[in-house]
């Protein structure tokens, strides 16, 4: 029985205790254990069928690895390759990749309907800033006591933060009344 990295021996405790950290993609080198199988060299070129031992002394030979690339083919196919430049490259394009995505952001704007003029356009300017950075902006009324007996107020109030944001938004959503809040949705209308 061996130990286990703290130093115990008991079977339970090493099954539970240790275990892989990483996950490899593809089966190299000694891992391919098939009996015949399609070769393409390092710089491309159709090796043709052979068994893995071959393939593999093959790929020592010329200091690369044997990679399987696709293993639900009929013979599976393998590469003879530089698995750790390829892993690297790999990694490099996902993390291009996650570097240029632009994650759209949802802002939002809280008025009450007895909002002042300058109040509101203080919101104005700032939701334009949003829609222009790319991200969407939910606007919102917040109706208190007896407002909700006036939502119409509300809503002409969201109407004309509508028009006002019209050159850079279009409004996804209409106003709508949920509880005592009346919302409405605008998104850019080039995206960045």
Known sequence: MSLCGCGC??????YWR?????????????????????????DGAMLG???????????EEQGFDLVKISPNAVPPVCKIMDYGKYRFDLLKKEKEARK????????EIRMSPSIDTNDFNVKLKNALKFLKEGNRVKVT???RGREMAHTNIGEGLLRSFGEGCAEVANMEKNPKLDGRHMSMFLSPKNGK
């Open 9 to 14: 021996a008991s079977a339970f405790h090493f």
């Open 18 to 42: 240790c275990f892989t950290i990483a996950k490899l993609d593809h089966q190299i080198n000694s891992d391919i254990r098939d009996k015949e199988i399609r070769v393409i060299g390092n």
């Open 100 to 107: 240029n995505q632009r994650v759209v952001e949802i802002k």
């Open 141 to 143: 009324v917040r109706f």
């Open 49 to 59: 069928i052979m068994s893995a031992e071959t393939a593999l002394q093959m790929a």
